[in-house]
């Protein structure tokens, strides 16, 4: 659901799907650590518990597979996202 949103760089500013993307960036960008006011935004946009829970899994296996990637010198063959 998130890439076709985010890939042209067109992300949006408000609604449910900007606040799960503002969510998830803050919980990359804190290394896991979010404000109580983070968890407040995303539900007020209407984020249930399932799908917070479900963000915060998104981003630990993104994190987790780049470790991985990186102690194993995995080569990048994915072309870079256009700006």
């Known amino acids: 659901m998130w890439v076709p949103v985010t890939r042209g760089g067109r992300l949006p500013e ?7 993307l503002d969510f998830a960036a803050a919980l990359a960008m804190g290394h896991g650590d979010v404000t109580d006011a983070t968890f407040a935004r995303v539900r007020d946009a209407g984020c249930r518990d399932a799908e917070i829970a479900e963000l915060i899994a998104a981003v ?24």
């Open 14 to 20: 408000e609604g449910t799907t900007a606040a799960a």
């Open 60 to 83: 630990a296996l993104d994190v987790f597979i780049n470790y991985v990637n990186e102690a194993a010198g995995v080569a990048v063959d994915v072309p870079p996202a256009r700006p």
